[in-house]
């Protein structure tokens, strides 16, 4: 069927901002930050992260909307538009097959964060304290499966009609109640007793608690916080005007998403302090700490429920705007690539999402015992994207803009109407060399922990 669809736009820098941010601010910045901060270092993984993010990070932002802006085009299309060889249109597909492979698995966990939602509001919050329970609901088919499926409906009503009526009303509406719902769970946490302790050791940088794993850890997070190297903010960029201004957009992205990610620590690390006691280890990583640590945390607080109700409210918008952000990005290259309308190129996505996340779904279940490299399909797809793909995704979008575009027809495009480039010295050097090299040394790390070579 041929496209003939003029190419949806954002109303403006609120709307893409706001879709940005909410790519951005998924499961992995109230999941995965709080652990990886307390597990290395606090204070001092905390700067590292925020000097990661204003450059690193910076850096493969604007080139990712520069690139997405200049060629009207998702991820597959933009780089084919500078040249026909095999790496370009390699680099292309791999940043255009990541929110494929993501989106399945993530919309699994978001019908977990349905389930646990649901037994709060129900006022059942004991039950998900019990030792036990988790793994019981993971492996119930049934179950799991039934609110994947709701999850999975929720994200693609909202694709299904469009991006300013769809992806951008959603996030202007989800994204400030994200930020209202975060400060009051962070002021209740902190004022617990002996929640200052957790505090203290998540905001003040110790150097003696620095490692080189620090800064690994720092590095790959900001992957999965900042949504970079997934092919999202291409296609957003595509759908940016050009009087917007790409640095101003990026920075308040960047102060959205650190900010967030800043919240999850104070939401979860300063409650865990005061119901371990001051054990930093208790904050394990993944579901785990949200499913199985946290509910034990609110059941030993007043007012649990309510806060219960509260938190798994904030997960769900986070989790809803990231599942968003990833499934749009693939409907656009179904749409691009195949000239297929948004109608079908949707359904067709649903169908996917639908086959790869019953995998991960009925992975703790009744797939239980197929592995892949030892790991559970959800593992293993998240393994793939994150600590394989990704990091390849990045390197290819360097050497494109700095071998085949030029660096100096980024800037062009950044500057274009009311734009400016204050960092743009920082954004030459980090374009050229460290972030490939930093996207290497992810890479190489994460593969040689998966296969047990090094520990992490």
């Known amino acids: 069927m041929e496209n003939k669809e003029k190419r949806s736009t954002f109303s403006g820098k609120l709307g893409f901002v706001l879709s940005a941010a909410g790519a951005s601010v998924g499961l992995g910045n109230i999941w995965r930050f709080p652990y990886l901060a307390a597990k290395y270092g606090g204070g001092i993984f905390l700067l590292i992260y925020i000097i990661l993010a204003l450059t690193f990070g910076y850096t493969m932002i604007v080139a990712e909307t520069a690139l997405g802006r200049m060629t009207k085009k998702s991820p597959v299309g933009a780089f084919a538009s500078f040249g026909k060889s095999s790496w370009l249109s390699a680099g292309g597909w791999i940043n255009a097959i990541i929110p494929v492979l993501i989106v399945p698995y993530y919309s699994v966990i978001g019908g977990w964060v349905i389930k646990y939602l649901a037994e709060y509001v129900l006022g059942h919050g004991t039950q998900l304290a019990e030792e036990g ?5 993971i492996a119930d088919g049934m179950s799991t499966e039934l609110c994947f499926i709701i999850f999975s409906l929720c994200t693609l009503a909202v694709i299904y009609a469009g991006v300013r009526n769809g992806v951008e009303r959603v996030s202007r509406l989800m994204m400030p109640v994200l930020v209202v719902l975060s400060v009051i769970i962070a002021v209740y946490s902190v004022t617990r007793p002996g929640a200052l302790e957790g505090v203290k050791y998540f905001l003040v940088p110790n150097p003696a608690n620095f490692s080189w794993m620090t800064v690994v850890a720092a590095m790959g997070q900001m992957f ?3 949504s970079i190297a997934m092919g999202i903010l291409v296609t957003f960029g595509s759908y940016m005007k050009k009087d917007i201004s790409i640095e101003g957009s990026t920075k308040n992205v960047e102060i959205f998403d650190t900010a967030i990610a800043i919240m999850a ?3 979860i690390i300063p409650a865990v302090f005061a119901f371990s006691g001051g054990d930093p280890d208790t904050l394990q990583a993944g ?8 509910p034990k945390v609110f059941a030993s607080m007043g007012l649990g429920t309510f806060v219960g109700i509260l938190f798994f409210l904030l997960v769900f ?4 705007t990231s599942s968003i952000a990833l499934t749009e990005s693939a409907v656009s290259t179904f749409q691009d690539e195949l000239r297929w309308s948004r109608k079908k190129a949707t359904v067709i996505v649903g169908v996917i999402m639908l086959a790869l996340g019953t995998l991960s779904s009925l992975g703790y279940g009744v797939l239980g015992g197929v592995k892949l490299i030892g790991m559970q399909f959800l593992d293993f797809f998240d393994f793939l994207t994150n600590s394989v793909m990704m990091p390849i995704a990045a390197i290819a979008t360097c050497l494109l803009v700095s071998r085949v575009i030029g660096v100096k027809k980024i800037e062009e495009e950044v500057l274009h109407g009311e734009g400016t480039f204050k960092r743009k010295q920082i954004f030459n050097f980090m374009i050229r060399w460290l972030c490939p090299i930093f996207a290497a040394i992810i890479l190489l790390s994460s593969v040689a922990n998966a296969f047990g070579w090094i520990s992490m």
């Open 224 to 226: 999965y916080s900042l």
């Open 317 to 320: 918008c986070a989790a809803v």
């Open 287 to 294: 579901p785990a700490l949200m499913f199985i640590t946290i």
């Open 265 to 267: 620590g104070l939401m």
């Open 133 to 137: 329970y988790f793994s019981t609901f």
